[in-house]
């Protein structure tokens, strides 16, 4: 009985809610988030981040070490790939019809 009731409640709290704000878009979507139980709480995110082994709380300091990080993070990284003697076509012995990869093209093709 308690849970039916809590359901009950909780339907008519959102229905009044969504009907006072139905202008408010904006009101609406965070009304259904908090019905959704995905309110955005940004209290949980870290105050300070790492940087070259400084503890770093500027947000603009803190984007711009994202935007240095990510664009070289690849060549930062492939180092520690290892090299494979095996060519990328011995993974797909078979013909692939719907490959991304194109055939050799005839002079005429071109």
């Not at 009731?5 to 709290?13: A, G, M």
């Not at 500027?58 to 070490?65: C, M």
Request: glycine residues 6%.
């Amino acid at each position: 009985m308690y849970n039916k009731l809590t359901r009950t409640i909780k339907t008519l709290y959102y229905r009044t809610v969504l009907g006072e704000n139905k202008n408010n878009s904006n009101e609406c979507w965070s009304i259904f988030k908090e019905g959704l139980g995905t309110i955005n709480d940004k209290s949980s995110y870290p105050q300070t981040f790492s940087i070259n082994n400084k503890s770093i709380t500027d947000k603009v300091q803190i984007a711009e070490g994202f935007n240095n990080l990510f664009p070289n993070i690849g060549i930062q990284r492939s180092h520690n790939v290892p090299t494979s003697s095996r060519c990328f076509s011995s993974y797909m012995p078979q013909l692939q019809t719907h490959s991304f990869f194109l055939g050799p093209l005839a002079p005429s093709e071109v």
